[in-house]
């Protein structure tokens, strides 16, 4: 089975920093790969599918890139409401395995 | 709109059954399937499996297999997971997800906690 990882496990930024964070598939899987972010005590919510296409009503700040093994969730300026950890999925093939998450909040 | 409500917490005691449902609304049932994952106490999301509301079709996660049962009612538009056996590394937060297509779960419900504990 492909395996996910992510880089960093937690990371810390001010208001208004840019951030980015890394998820990396043991085998290519084209653009074949979501983002969802999930709040404290709240559901995971979909930012953007197929690698850079972003959800309706997500904000722009947020954007996505990657193909192959390597992809990457921008926040272009970190606002408050963006507590919370950060997960990629594969969605190519069975089974649709997630990233450990990355957990960002504010300095 | 698009809602997915989710059944109450359970609290069960090992080796005993747990089902879980998904009351869909807000869009044509059968025309998608559901995901279901689970988080246990401060760990990350698991994939347990999908089911097609359309014709029944499962596909299942290696960590529950032969432990699971996904079905479908389309008179209710609600989805079921049950989980047989159960044992404490069980308890978790299970939720579910409609699966817009291409295996992406768009809308997620609330989140049911199952407590395994003697």
């Known amino acids: 089975d492909i395996q996910m990882t992510q880089s960093p496990a937690s990371l810390s930024a001010s208001v208004g920093d840019r951030v980015t964070i890394t998820c990396r598939a043991s085998q290519v899987i084209n653009n074949y790969l979501a983002w969802f972010q999930q709040r404290p005590g709240k559901a995971p919510k979909l930012l953007i599918h197929?690698?850079?296409t972003l959800q309706p009503g997500v904000p722009s700040r947020f954007s996505g890139s990657g193909f192959g093994t390597d992809f990457t969730l921008t926040i272009s300026s970190l606002q408050p409401e963006d507590v919370a950890t950060y997960y990629c999925q594969k969605h190519n093939s069975h089974p649709f395995t997630f990233g450990p998450g990355t957990k960002v909040d504010i300095k | 709109q698009v809602q997915l409500m989710q059944s109450g917490a359970e609290v069960k005691k090992p080796g005993a059954s747990v089902k879980v449902s998904c009351k869909a609304s807000g869009f044509l049932f059968t025309n998608y399937g559901f995901t279901w994952v689970r988080q246990a106490p401060g760990q990350g999301l698991e994939w347990l499996g999908w089911i097609s509301a359309f014709n029944g079709q499962t596909l299942f996660g290696q960590s529950l297999q032969g432990r699971v049962t996904m079905t479908t009612d389309t008179s209710t538009t609600t989805a079921f997971l049950e989980l047989r056996g159960l044992r404490s590394d069980d308890t978790a937060v299970y939720y579910c997800?409609?699966?817009?297509?291409?295996?992406?779960?768009?809308?997620w419900g609330q989140g049911t906690l199952v407590t395994v504990s003697s």
């Open positions: 997800a409609r699966d817009r297509g291409g295996s992406i779960p768009d809308y």
């Open positions: 197929t690698a850079s």
